[in-house]
């Protein structure tokens, strides 16, 4: 009898150390809905595809101070048009530092789906001020911004990186004319949570 009490003593130190260990391992996790996880995962899946496929952005993520980064913004048309997503702010380290909803409107014919991901690598502060203040931040006002695309990573050095802003538009599926950023109204939301 004293051998099975002893197992059972075991067993449970065992199963309460290893609960502990999974809930001091992943202090960020704490606290964060399936939705908001999730959300993050698809940012990191679609920077690892993005960092796979362009040697620029690789670069950038070494000298910017912060990313952000929409997975999946889903642009729709018909007699107008309206481009909406939601994204994460991460550090260089992966930490997440916010939540951002993106949003556009278009107007005149057009008609047809697209879904895309883009991704923003703010270089200083004042990119990131204007990006957490307030109002947030609209594309193509305010702090500089360059549209990059695919000549951008054979034609750019470290000493020709003086703006303020340079997007990524990536993983472009759908039929709609194009998939374009300036304009654009991104803002700062909660974390995200089940409806």
């Not at 002893?6 to 199963?15: E, P």
């Not at 991901?117 to 502060?125: A, I, P, V």
């Not at 957490?132 to 695919?150: C, E, F, M, N, R």
């Amino acid at each position: 009898m004293m051998i099975a009490i002893k197992k059972h003593v075991w067993f449970t130190s065992l199963l309460l150390g290893m609960v502990a260990a999974v809930m001091l391992a992943t202090p960020a996790q704490a606290g964060k809905s399936r939705e908001a996880l999730e959300l993050e995962r698809q940012v990191r899946v679609a920077m690892t595809k993005l960092y796979a496929d362009n040697g620029a952005a690789r670069h950038l993520k070494t000298k910017a101070k912060a990313i952000l980064t929409f997975p999946s913004v889903v642009k729709v048309g018909f007699l107008g048009g309206i481009q909406v997503g939601t994204g994460v702010l991460m550090d260089l380290e992966g930490k997440t530092l916010g939540y951002y909803n993106t949003t556009a409107a278009s107007f005149g014919y057009q008609a047809g789906i697209k879904g895309f991901n883009y991704t923003l690598f703010l270089m200083n502060n004042k990119a990131i001020n204007r990006l957490t203040s307030a109002g947030g931040l609209a594309l193509g006002v305010g702090p500089s911004l360059v549209v990059t695309d695919k000549s951008f990573a054979t034609g750019f050095t470290t000493t020709t990186l003086d703006k303020d802003i340079y997007a990524f538009i990536y993983d472009s599926k759908g039929a709609f004319g194009g998939a374009g950023i300036e304009g654009t109204k991104i803002t700062k939301i909660k974390a995200p949570v089940a409806d």
